[in-house]
């Protein structure tokens, strides 16, 4: 090295690192044309780490403290550039500086639903959202997986991959936790713990550790929804048919009458809903008719109401109001089936 070489040369006698703002994860301390002083100071503040990396081999790591460098402190860069205990000289080595603390408020959502598979309604296609936070916990790691020799490496440009990283295990989560799609809004922080522990691993490669996952929102598509909804409204009366009938009937009078006042076409279709209804209610009648004449005879009994019969279009009618209520899945199969075997023996 000449003596003019020498002189250019400046050496570095304090290494720090002071955040100029937020979303900053990995960032190199500029060294061209530095030398590190022996005995130099390099200060870690809280919420940071340091990594010396020799020839791309990563040396020693470094936790918050001020630490005087010296081949007792770079025991792992001593060994790989051979120095002997008497070493004082200044050295070249590549130093990275890391964030360790908490990255929050990072949004993560399904842009599409997701199919999980549910207890109650088999598979179901839902959305949700939520926030999460993480940290550097191992900077050799993520030096390693992610940041390289990079000047800057920032939160921006990994947030894609740790979002789809947690989409990625929504079902699992669903799976782990046990709890009905019906429970899951009253259940938040329950999933949301689920979903942190199956989405912690993945990160854990990254030398990255999941701090915390929240859940905000979760909804079904709403073509799904309206069916719930009929579901539910399905739970509400008892699953009791006849009520259900009675609802629907009254529904429709005043559509039927709206239509009557107006002149309009649609009566004919408000009227079988109608004619539906007034034949279910016949068929209750009667099987209450039967059951009362079941009993054995008492004094004084009362003479027995003779059956109402119902027509063959009254029950044709009746059939065709139920397939629809199957169709839409108010009714189940077997429910359909038993209702419509009834009325074909009428029929019969």
């Given at each position: 090295?000449?003596?003019?070489?020498?002189?250019?040369?400046?050496f570095?006698?304090?290494?720090?690192?002071?955040?100029?703002?937020?979303?900053?994860?990995?960032?190199?301390?500029?060294?061209?044309?530095?030398?590190?002083?022996?005995?130099?100071?390099?200060?870690?503040?809280e919420?940071?780490?340091?990594?010396?990396?020799?020839?791309?081999?990563?040396?020693?790591?470094?936790?918050?403290?001020?630490?005087?460098?010296?081949?007792?402190?770079?025991?792992?860069?001593?060994?790989?550039k051979?120095?002997?205990?008497?070493?004082?000289?200044p050295?070249?080595s590549?130093?990275?500086?890391?964030?360790?603390?908490?990255?929050?408020?990072?949004?993560?959502?399904?842009?599409?639903p997701v199919t999980?598979?549910?207890k109650?309604?088999?598979?179901?296609?839902?959305?949700?959202?939520?926030?999460?936070?993480?940290?550097?916990?191992?900077?050799?790691?993520?030096?390693?997986?992610?940041?390289?020799?990079?000047e800057?490496?920032?939160?921006?440009?990994?947030?894609?991959?740790?979002?789809?990283?947690?989409?990625?295990?929504?079902?699992?989560?669903?799976?782990?936790?046990?709890?009905?799609?019906?429970?899951?809004?009253?259940?938040?922080?329950?999933?949301?713990?689920?979903?942190?522990?199956?989405?912690?691993p993945?990160?854990?490669?990254?030398?990255?550790?999941?701090?915390?996952?929240?859940?905000?929102?979760?909804?079904?598509?709403?073509?799904?929804?309206k069916?719930?909804?009929?579901?539910?409204?399905?739970?509400?009366?008892?699953?009791?048919?006849?009520?259900?009938?009675?609802?629907?009937?009254?529904?429709?009078?005043?559509?039927?009458?709206?239509?009557?006042?107006?002149?309009?076409?649609?009566?004919?279709?408000?009227?079988?809903?109608?004619?539906?209804g007034?034949?279910?209610?016949?068929?209750?009648?009667?099987?209450?008719?039967?059951?009362?004449?079941?009993?054995p005879?008492?004094?004084a009994?009362?003479?027995?109401?003779?059956?109402?019969?119902?027509?063959?279009?009254?029950?044709?009618?009746?059939?065709?109001?139920?397939?629809?209520?199957?169709?839409?899945?108010?009714?189940?199969e077997?429910?359909?089936?038993?209702?419509?075997?009834?009325?074909?023996?009428?029929?019969?």
């Amino acid at each position: 090295m000449g003596l003019m070489d020498f002189i250019k040369k400046q050496f570095i006698d304090v290494l720090q690192w002071t955040e100029d703002g937020d979303g900053t994860l990995a960032w190199r301390y500029p060294m061209q044309d530095f030398e590190i002083q022996y005995g130099a100071q390099l200060v870690v503040r809280e919420s940071q780490l340091a990594v010396f990396v020799n020839e791309g081999k990563v040396a020693d790591v470094f936790g918050p403290g001020t630490y005087k460098l010296s081949t007792q402190t770079l025991p792992l860069l001593t060994n790989l550039k051979n120095w002997d205990k008497l070493f004082e000289s200044p050295f070249k080595s590549d130093v990275y500086f890391f964030s360790s603390r908490q990255q929050i408020d990072q949004r993560w959502g399904t842009p599409q639903p997701v199919t999980i598979r549910d207890k109650d309604f088999g598979a179901v296609r839902l959305r949700a959202f939520g926030n999460y936070a993480y940290r550097i916990a191992d900077p050799k790691r993520f030096h390693q997986e992610i940041s390289g020799t990079r000047e800057r490496y920032t939160a921006q440009e990994l947030d894609g991959q740790l979002r789809g990283t947690i989409l990625q295990h929504i079902s699992d989560a669903v799976a782990q936790s046990g709890i009905p799609f019906l429970d899951l809004a009253a259940n938040q922080v329950e999933f949301a713990s689920q979903l942190q522990a199956a989405t912690a691993p993945a990160f854990e490669n990254l030398g990255l550790k999941l701090e915390s996952v929240t859940l905000q929102s979760v909804s079904l598509p709403e073509e799904l929804q309206k069916i719930l909804d009929q579901k539910i409204g399905m739970g509400m009366i008892g699953q009791n048919m006849g009520q259900f009938m009675q609802y629907q009937t009254a529904q429709a009078i005043p559509k039927l009458a709206e239509g009557v006042g107006q002149g309009g076409g649609g009566i004919a279709g408000d009227a079988m809903g109608l004619g539906a209804g007034l034949a279910l209610g016949q068929t209750l009648a009667q099987q209450m008719a039967a059951g009362l004449a079941a009993q054995p005879p008492q004094a004084a009994q009362p003479v027995a109401a003779a059956p109402v019969a119902q027509s063959a279009d009254d029950i044709m009618s009746l059939l065709e109001k139920l397939g629809e209520l199957k169709a839409k899945g108010i009714l189940t199969e077997e429910e359909f089936a038993a209702k419509k075997a009834d009325l074909l023996k009428k029929l019969g």
